[in-house]
T-cell receptor, first 114, second 111 residues
Framework: SQQGEEDPQALSIQEGENATMNCSYKTSINNLQWYRQNSGRGLVHLILIRSNEREKHSGRLRVTLDTSKKSSSLLITASRAADTASYFCATVQISSGSARQLTFGSGTQLTVLP | DGGITQSPKYLFRKEGQNVTLSCEQNLNHDAMYWYRQDPGQGLRLIYYSQIVNDFQKGDIAEGYSVSREKKESFPLTVTSAQKNPTAFYLC??????????FGPGTRLTVL
């Protein structure tokens, strides 16, 4: 089941501009993570934000989390051509059992034009 | 050089054949996962294992099987019962349900 849904599906910007991607989810979460995938490659973890956190920074990345709206955003500042990739949000749900599933959204394809 | 490896990078299968995808990690992670990714889509969980000799079905386990005899290894077999196996398969590992470390993937094509 797709827990997270990213918006927009595709985003094209000029180098130096900021890129904002949004993620919405359906059920209560333990944490939310953002990953990056270059074409035909594995995913790389970018940042994790816990359910009791509202904002987190890592270099040019800024992530926000609004648990009341069940949404998160990823902001990449001063984008570079090398930022061109697909970006996925993934949620760890709070479940009744001991196992917690990590569920990925469908991704945003970011293209940064030089 | 620590990390997670998958082999082969490309795999071709004839209809009716079983094939096994390899996943090895030397990160000393307890948990390992297999995902399937179709073009333009997100990842869907096939199987996961939290400890050796134990594994659980994910959302799309039908037509797949796994084993976890060693902590370092989590092979995935795509059986002939999987009706549409052509996809990109990703293996990952983690210490818990925190960030996951991914291998480079195996692209499986059915001829």
């Amino acid at each position: 089941s797709q827990q997270g849904e990213e918006d927009p599906q595709a985003l094209s910007i000029q180098e130096g501009e900021n890129a904002t991607m949004n993620c919405s989810y359906k059920t209560s979460i333990n944490n939310l993570q953002w990953y990056r995938q270059n074409s035909g490659r594995g995913l790389v973890h970018l940042i994790l934000i816990r359910s009791n956190e509202r904002e987190k920074h890592s270099g040019r990345l800024r992530v926000t989390l609004d648990t009341s709206k069940k949404s998160s955003s990823l902001l990449i500042t001063a984008s570079r051509a090398a930022d061109t990739a697909s970006y996925f949000c993934a949620t760890v749900q709070i479940s009744s059992g001991s196992a917690r599933q990590l569920t990925f959204g469908s991704g945003t394809q970011l293209t940064v034009l030089p | 050089d620590g990390g997670i490896t998958q082999s082969p990078k490309y795999l071709f299968r004839k209809e009716g054949q079983n094939v096994t995808l390899s996943c090895e990690q030397n990160l000393n992670h307890d948990a390992m996962y297999w995902y399937r990714q179709d073009p333009g889509q997100g990842l869907r969980l096939i199987y996961y294992s939290q400890i050796v000799n134990d594994f659980q079905k994910g959302d799309i386990a039908e037509g797949y099987s796994v084993s976890r005899e060693k902590k370092e290894s989590f092979p995935l077999t795509v059986t002939s019962a999987q009706k549409n196996p052509t996809a990109f398969y990703l293996c990952a590992s983690s210490t818990s349900w925190r960030e996951q470390f991914f291998g480079p993937g195996t692209r499986l094509t059915v001829l």
